[in-house]
């Protein structure tokens, strides 16, 4: 299945189809042979890929082999044993205070250093997995032996996740990093907004390592710190920095974390904040001449001519990312659509490879990318199909860890029921 079998005049659902079914070829043929772990990058040349996978890259390949599974592009027993093969090399795997690292090798699961001082630990990739597992968890919900062992090894490394101790003893923020042979050295304290907000929801929602609401409070909100309220091109922004920063902000967390309708005591709903978001970045690329002339919008991060960075409207380098609008499907739908029609006749197809849109191009100087990232094809696929079915929010919001920890920390849901607020063990 690939691009040049749409029609002439395509509908909506035959390019979501086509995006969403081509995209998934990347965590599909393009994962390791042997571990099934996706790639962290793959080439449009079809190079051999570096033997790196990114740990949150994981966590998206899961859900777009549910995503597979529930649309009948593999059967599910083709998607029970992929995940199964990949639980099985991640129960294998280094782990620090229950925490996987930012990259491991695809063949030996050794850890990949990513920075000089970030060799062990990383909290948030390790939170983009277990939104992942927890969702194939909930959707595995058979009575077989194999979904049942399932079942059981992914409640198993969630439990093993020691959030709390990622507090460093106190009931302030979480933090990002820890090694065994740097400690605490890169100092990186996990505070809103961006797109960690999953993480703290699965650590309060823990049964064996559970924070208390004040690290939500003080650490993640920064006792209210984090909230906005400026309007930016006529737009009031209720959560994060000036014109809210790189587009996935508004996708990782809300891959599986359902945010319609979802409330606390910072935001009356974080749906309008992601809104806000991305009418904002959409607006601004309006502003551009070279977006605007070409129909395309959505700066996030992405590769580009200069390197990976993460493109925002106070940080605009040119670079579009296809990761961007797709994804935002759930927000801005009818700007979405547009965008996606731009992208698919833009240079009459040149942005189109066998694992869907590369991850990023340069109107001005018609720049394109030679990679996909498994961190911006993953999302394209479980927010296409959020906006089509909410099959991913339904999942993430049934499970018991998601639910308890909402309860703790105060949330309401006027689309899910998650029940009233719950003390913490040990609070």
């Known amino acids: 299945?690939?691009?040049?079998?749409?029609?002439?005049?395509?509908?909506?659902?035959?390019?979501?189809?086509?995006?969403?079914?081509?995209?998934?070829?990347?965590?599909?043929?393009?994962?390791?042979?042997?571990?099934?772990?996706?790639?962290?990058?793959?080439?449009?040349?079809?190079?051999?890929?570096?033997?790196?996978?990114?740990?949150?890259?994981?966590?998206?390949?899961?859900?777009?082999i549910i995503v597979a599974c529930e649309r009948q592009w593999v059967t599910r027993s083709q998607a029970l044993a992929r995940i199964s093969t990949i639980i099985d090399r991640l129960r294998h795997s280094p782990t620090f205070h229950g925490a996987f690292a930012h990259f491991i090798d695809g063949s030996t699961s050794d850890v990949i250093r990513f920075s000089g001082r970030d060799d062990g630990g990383d909290l948030v990739e390790t939170t983009l997995l277990m939104q992942g597992l927890i969702?194939?968890?909930?959707?595995?919900?058979?009575?077989?032996?194999?979904?049942?062992?399932?079942?059981?090894?992914?409640?198993?490394?969630?439990?093993?996740?020691?959030?709390?101790?990622?507090?460093?003893?106190?009931?302030?923020?979480?933090y990002w990093h820890w090694s065994p042979n740097y400690d605490w050295a890169m100092n990186l304290p996990i505070r809103g907004w961006n797109e960690a907000l999953s993480c703290y929801v699965l650590a309060a929602g823990s049964d064996t390592h559970p924070i208390r609401p004040k690290s939500y409070r003080a650490g993640w909100a920064r006792s209210g710190?984090?909230?906005?309220?400026?309007?930016?091109?006529?737009?009031?922004?209720?959560?994060?920095?000036?014109?809210?920063?790189?587009?996935?902000?508004?996708?990782?967390?809300?891959?599986?974390?359902?945010?319609?309708?979802?409330?606390?005591?910072?935001?009356?709903?974080?749906?309008?904040?992601?809104?806000?978001?991305?009418?904002?970045?959409?607006?601004?690329?309006?502003?551009?001449?070279?977006?605007?002339?070409?129909?395309?919008?959505?700066?996030s991060a992405s590769d580009g001519p200069q390197g990976y960075g993460a493109h925002s409207p106070t940080f605009d380098r040119g670079v579009i990312?296809?990761?961007?609008?797709?994804?935002?499907?759930?927000?801005?739908?009818?700007?979405?659509?547009?965008?996606?029609?731009?992208?698919?006749r833009y240079g009459d197809g040149k942005l189109l490879g066998a694992f869907g849109f590369v991850d990023a191009f340069v109107p001005k100087t018609d720049w394109v990318a030679g990679t996909y990232l498994a961190i911006d094809q993953g999302p394209i696929?479980?927010?296409?199909?959020?906006?089509?079915?909410?099959?991913?929010?339904?999942?993430?919001?049934n499970a018991p860890e998601v639910r308890r920890g909402l309860k703790r920390l105060g949330f309401t849901s006027s689309t899910h029921a998650i029940g009233a607020e719950i003390p913490t063990p040990g609070a």
Not at 4 to 30: A, E, H, V, Y
Not at 242 to 266: E, V
Not at 323 to 342: D, G, I, Q, V, W
Request: charge should be negative; aromatic fraction near 14%.
């Open 1 to 64: 299945m690939n691009f040049s079998q749409l029609p002439p005049d395509p509908s909506l659902d035959d390019c979501l189809d086509k995006i969403q079914s081509q995209t998934f070829r990347f965590f599909w043929d393009g994962a390791h042979p042997e571990s099934g772990l996706p790639f962290d990058k793959c080439f449009v040349s079809g190079a051999p890929s570096p033997n790196m996978v990114s740990i949150s890259g994981v966590g998206f390949g899961v859900l777009a």
């Open 135 to 174: 969702c194939a968890r909930e959707y595995f919900a058979g009575e077989t032996s194999r979904e049942e062992k399932l079942r059981a090894d992914i409640t198993r490394l969630y439990d093993e996740v020691e959030w709390n101790w990622f507090t460093r003893g106190k009931d302030g923020a979480l």
């Open 225 to 299: 710190a984090m909230l906005n309220g400026e309007v930016y091109l006529g737009t009031e922004l209720p959560l994060g920095e000036p014109y809210g920063g790189p587009l996935f902000i508004s996708h990782y967390s809300f891959c599986a974390l359902d945010p319609r309708g979802l409330s606390d005591r910072y935001c009356s709903n974080y749906h309008d904040q992601a809104v806000a978001h991305t009418r904002i970045n959409h607006d601004y690329c309006l502003t551009v001449p070279d977006y605007a002339n070409a129909g395309v919008w959505g700066l």
């Open 381 to 397: 696929i479980a927010m296409i199909e959020n906006y089509r079915s909410g099959l991913l929010w339904r999942l993430f919001m």
């Open 321 to 344: 990312a296809p990761t961007a609008a797709l994804s935002s499907f759930p927000f801005l739908p009818a700007e979405a659509e547009s965008a996606m029609r731009a992208l698919l």
